[in-house]
């Protein structure tokens, strides 16, 4: 069978809906922290499909933690190896630095669900599943963009929301995973000051989790399973 490893950066960010189109594919799942002793001894290179999740960290925050130039230095390897790999958010930007980009904070944060922009060669890409469906957006950082990939969506607070290079590279700095996963509280609970930021509030945010999980869920889970579909 298919093996396929999903890094978790901490424990609230996971794969959420992404896991059944993974599984449906006909890949054995499973799930390391990063926080996990054993993390620093993997060889990055060796799952058939390797995906990064979200987390509040910077990929700059390098002294706060020594796991990411770990960590980084490995996803160098396997993206040159161009093996299959997923990046959502904060592993969005892991794949961006890993390819010689420049990760920064951007100029205010993102939070809240609303719809990507494609740009004219990506219509026929699995992101057409997601136009004109609000995502989960949950950030405030971005990147440049590294040389020799595509890039596939933007929105009106970030030129960089998708990148993918080939069939076997694919960043999302957007969560089409999140929007039935009830660790969405948890997210509320670790980064209130996020969302004040950002100008909203608990209970707008929810009302929109409420209106659009579902739907922003369905179409990320179509996203993904084509995707994994059209790996070389």
Request: proline share 6%.
């Amino acid at each position: 069978m298919k093996t396929a490893l999903i890094i978790r950066h901490v424990p609230y960010e996971g794969v959420a809906g992404f896991r059944a189109p993974i599984e449906a594919a006909g890949y054995d799942v499973d799930r390391i922290d990063v926080a996990d002793p054993a993390f620093s001894t993997l060889d990055l290179r060796e799952p058939d499909l390797l995906i990064m999740m979200g987390g509040p960290m910077g990929v700059y925050e390098t002294e706060q933690h020594p796991w990411i130039r770990c960590q980084m230095r490995r996803l160098a390897l396997r993206l040159a190896a161009d093996r299959p790999t997923l990046g959502v958010c904060f592993g969005a930007q892991m794949m961006a630095a890993a390819l010689g980009a420049e990760v920064y904070r951007g100029p205010r944060k993102e939070v809240g669900f609303h719809p990507v922009r494609l740009h004219d060669h990506a219509q026929d890409t699995p992101l057409r599943h997601i136009v004109d469906v609000p995502v989960l957006h949950w950030h405030g950082d971005t990147f440049t963009r590294p040389e020799g990939v595509e890039l596939l969506a933007s929105s009106d607070l970030y030129e960089h929301q998708a990148f993918r290079r080939g069939p076997n590279l694919l960043a999302l700095q957007f969560h089409a995973e999140m929007g039935l996963d009830p660790r969405f509280d948890a997210w509320l609970e670790q980064s209130p000051a996020c969302v004040v930021e950002a100008g909203s509030n608990e209970q707008a945010l929810r009302a929109a989790h409420e209106a659009h999980g579902a739907k922003a869920v369905a179409a990320g889970q179509a996203m993904i399973a084509e995707w994994l579909a059209g790996l070389d």
